[in-house]
């Protein structure tokens, strides 16, 4: 576990560096709670639109930082052979997917919380205590379950293929998923099956007061088998190649 | 001439007969290879295919400690797929490897191999120095950075970005990585592609300092004067087989270490086949071209048979051209000329 930390160390250190993802991880969410949140009254999902918005930007921010960096990320150091490098380590052979997925988690934590706070002091959201966190870690766990997905693409795909297919699968997930634009009507029937709307609603649903529907963390939890299912699958298909 | 056997003499060039080089290297090799004679490493019969393609074809080999051995064949010959298979990087399809005594995937985590791989890449994004330290990190039996730093020719670009060096930094940052612990055995392949002729001297230099601390060192590479200069013992593969198996000056002779070009009429083959230390002869016309592993005894046997060859002249043939011909003898063995 020791070696799984230093890793994840090392992985930390590279990300500060990396402008390009902190622009989509924490300016863009960030800049559009600013632009929006006070632009906007009445309810969305029962709750204020400025309440909506900070668990929808949280949401934008936490799995676009999952998904996008991290599939490009792990198809380049695939094909350059970082991977193979580490094999050679004493490392266990789990370790650079683990460590991947705990940076995407400590990044993503970071832009949840700016996010929050904004919400907090900028958007006036008024919660309980407990609601805090509870919303928190609701959408980190949900924004954790891209990495898997990117894992897989990852893994399955090479660098020029991974750009345009994560950014399919990106548009799609906002999309379809609310995040964009809040779901209404025939959007909605297939939209309410993404895991994008299940985190922001089940994140209103407790900010509302109301109780939170057993289908919509049910379908956060088959998406996140789904996408370990795809990840195992693309891992172990290229035991002998990476 | 079809097969040119697989010798296991292993004297060593410098003279050592306890398998680790000098009474005086022998002081510092008490971290390494306290194994005896039990081999490093070894190949048992063993096969690599992909779909139809034998990548690795039997192979047989074993590592002794102490020994620096070079694994020398053309692109293609199944040296990546040994190296891979022996680094757990790759299964083989049947056979055995063994390393250590244990295999090859616990002896590569215990951290008793380093290596350098050509497809091996690096961590983009962050400092050598950092690089080195986090890989050092992970190595049970770390070696003080800045000796490693120092040892690979690397301290003096340690605080620049790994994605922003040249080739032959790239290669010294690579070798770095394989040398940042105390590993008994270091593979590397290919080690001094797109290094130019002074960093590849350097290399050497630091790797035979390596070398002279008891550690095993197998290395593959096509450039024959390293493999010539570099190493105690050298391994010909082609077509994933063992082809020959001996010092630098076994593999020469093996070829037949000397060539003899005459002119003669009516040269008759069946008698030049015929003549003491001959390897091969070709004849064209009046041209005879004989290479032999005895240049005095081929030539006497020529004058003793009353025969009077005209512009005779013997050169000494280099590891190159033995090489040359060796996979080339095998390569018309298998009925397949080479055609590039």
Redesign the interface.
Known sequence: MG?TL??TR?EL??LT??KRYFIFTVLLPVILYLLLARQFTGKVYGVSFGAFYMVDMAMLGAFSGALNGNAIRISQ?K???????L??????AYAYVVSKILVSMATTLASIVIVILLGRFYGNVHLAGWQWPVVALTVWFSATIFAALAVAIGYKFAPDQVQPITMIVYFSFLILGGIWYPLSGALKTVGQLTPTYQAVKIGTDIIEGASVSMGLAIGLVVWLAIFIGLAVVAVRATA?TV | MSHYGTGSSTARRDGGTNGYGTDRDYQNTAVYASTGSTPVVSFVNVSKTYGSLKAVDGLNLDLRPGETTALLGPNGAGKSTSLDML?????PTSGKITMFGSDPYHA????R???M?Q????????TVR??VT??T????KPEPIDLTLKRAGIDKFADQRVDRLSGGQTQRV?FA?AICGKSELIVLDEPTTAMDVETRRLFWDSMKAEVAEGRTLLFATHYLEEADQAADRILVINRGRLLADGTPAEIKAKAGARRITFHLDRADEQFLLGLPGLVNVEVRRDFVQIQTSDSDATLYGVLDAGLRPRDIEVTGLGLEQAFIAITAEDDRANGTEETN
Do not use: C, D, F
């Open positions: 070696g230093a890793l090392a250190m590279r560096r990396n150091e094909k350059e052979g970082w991977i193979r490098q094999r050679l380590t004493s490392l266990p002998e | 680094l757990a990087l790759r299964k590569v985590k215990s951290g191999v380093g290596a791989l497809s091996g890449g690096l961590m983009p994004e962050v950092e690089l986090l890989v990190t992970l190595h049970p690579r990585l």
